[in-house]
């Protein structure tokens, strides 16, 4: 059994469901391997300004620790206050949380959306990062593949996976003299597994005739074809690749 592979969907029409024992917190779940426990999420929090300013010393939220996960987290939209580190993280801030790291207490004073990757303990070997503002990295250019810049979040020490934000330039001109004859490659990863959600841009797949933008979400297993894709407007997705999960 592993995560099911799916081509963009877009997670705007999926229903947030409220999680059990946690008022106030909604998840989409994305993806799901039922054998290993791992799943991909999004977890909206609604807005708590009032009581981020009545309780901010003394915050009712709990401390979260995972016991037997890896959890990478990106801020997808929205503002948290982690009452423990007194620091503030905005979209764009990514985490990166071994099993039993200690996170939070957190507000949410004007709600926020989070994408998280939960991976079992033995599965995973990253570094720990506590958020940080993946604005202040600079974009490398990605090795023959021109238009192609990466920003490089976190690789795994065994594996060789990785998490990383790639940008993939403006190329309207391409899609209007190539639509029927694309000289852009199918993407495939023979040996690992790809996740990937949009952040900005839009891409269109020719293949198919299908357009996704922001919020759109894929899944692909190792050997999966896709593509080729033309980015009209450029885009910016989030790639979590990782060894198949045993």
């Not at 597994?193 to 922001?214: A, C, D, S």
């Not at 074809?225 to 885009?235: A, H, N």
Request: contains cysteine; aromatic residues 14%.
């Amino acid at each position: 059994m592993s995560k099911p592979t799916t081509n963009f969907i877009d997670t705007d029409i999926i229903s947030y469901v409220a999680i059990k024992n946690a008022p106030g917190q909604y998840e989409k779940i994305l993806a799901k391997d039922d054998d290993t426990g791992a799943y991909t999420r999004l977890i909206l929090s609604q807005a708590d300004l009032d009581e981020s300013i009545r309780a901010y010393n003394s915050p009712s939220n709990k401390m979260l620790i995972h016991e037997d996960l890896w959890e990478e987290v990106f801020s997808f939209s929205g503002t948290l206050i982690d009452t423990n580190l007194n620091q503030t993280f905005k979209e764009g801030y990514f985490a990166c949380r071994p099993p039993r790291m200690k996170h939070g207490p957190f507000f949410h004073p004007t709600s926020a959306v989070s994408y998280e990757i939960k991976t079992p303990e033995d599965l995973w070997n990253k570094p720990e990062l506590e958020f940080f503002d993946t604005e202040v990295l600079p974009w490398e250019p990605v090795n023959d593949s021109p238009g192609k810049y990466e920003k490089i979040l976190c690789r795994d020490f065994k594996t060789g996976g990785y998490t990383r934000l790639l940008l993939n330039q403006p190329d309207l001109h391409h899609c209007i003299q190539d639509y029927n004859n694309p000289k852009n490659e199918m993407l495939v990863n023979k040996d690992m597994w790809t996740e990937i959600i949009i952040l900005k841009g839009t891409i269109i797949e020719p293949k198919v005739n299908k357009t996704y933008k922001r919020g759109y979400y894929g899944c692909f297993a190792p050997g999966t074809k896709r593509g080729p894709y033309f980015y009209p407007t450029g885009c910016i997705w989030l790639e979590t690749i990782y060894s198949p999960l045993k």
